[in-house]
């Protein structure tokens, strides 16, 4: 079975640092890109960055870009997303999800793909 | 707020068919494909049709999509308790250089 599984919920202080994950498995992890999306309390989603395990190729929200660290390990299947300094605004929900699509012989863009599965979210709660 | 736009709610009774809207522009569902999610509380978002109305293994034909210019639409007949959830559409947008979502729809099953 094709799987993300995230690590559990966090509280934070304003200030602190923080790095969840996302481990997959049932498929060759480092051919498949990971999506982070965010979900603020009471809101919708949002598409916070993606990155390609095989090279570690990333690309970001302009929304996201320099707030937020994306990483991975190959050799553990696992991808993560990470803060150096909370604030109270990045309390929420953090899903991952492999980005997967059919692609052509002659078209693999980003557009073609959806995401399947999702991993099933990290609440991230930021309090003092 | 989302460029693309869903109602905020939809309701039906059980049994009934239910639509819900996701309206963009050409800089997104106009030009690329639309996905469908369902959010349940507490699990993993699961992906109920991509490519506009192609339906994954495992999802019902009770769901349904359709895309016409820059609107996009989820349908789901014979309405189901265990359908009451929130769903987002999600398409490619030109200008983000990155996926865009609705803003969600919350279905009640009266």
């Known amino acids: 079975e094709v799987q993300l599984v995230q690590s559990g919920a966090e509280v934070k202080k304003p200030g602190e640092s923080l790095k969840i994950s996302c481990k997959g498995s049932?498929?060759?992890?480092?051919?498949?890109?990971i999506v982070w999306v965010r979900q603020m309390p009471g809101k919708g989603l949002e598409w916070m960055g993606i990155?390609?395990?095989?090279?570690?190729?990333?690309r970001f929200s302009p929304s996201f870009q320099g707030q937020v660290t994306i990483s991975v390990d190959k050799s553990s299947s696992t991808a993560f997303l990470q803060w150096s300094s909370l604030r109270a605004s990045d309390s929420g929900i953090y899903y991952c999800?492999?980005?997967?699509?059919?692609?052509?012989?002659?078209?693999?863009?980003?557009?073609?793909?959806?995401?399947?599965?999702w991993g099933q979210g990290t609440q991230v709660t930021v309090s003092s | 707020q989302s460029v693309v736009t869903q109602p905020p709610s939809a309701s039906g009774t059980p049994g009934q068919r239910v639509t819900i809207s996701c309206s963009g522009s050409i800089s997104n569902v106009g030009n690329y494909y639309v996905s469908w999610y369902q959010l349940l509380p507490g699990t993993a978002p699961k992906l109920l049709l991509y490519r506009n109305n192609q339906r994954p293994s495992g999802v019902p034909d009770r769901f349904s999509g359709s895309k016409s210019d820059t609107s996009a639409s989820l349908a789901i007949s014979g309405l189901r308790s265990e359908d009451e959830a929130d769903y987002y559409c999600a398409s490619w947008d030109d200008s983000l250089s990155g996926w865009v979502f609705g803003g969600g729809t919350k279905l009640t099953v009266l």
């Open positions: 049932g498929y060759s992890f480092s051919g498949y890109w």
């Open positions: 999800a492999r980005l997967f699509g059919h692609c052509t012989d002659t078209d693999c863009s980003f557009p073609i793909h959806w995401f399947d599965p």
């Open positions: 990155i390609y395990p095989e090279n570690s190729d990333i």
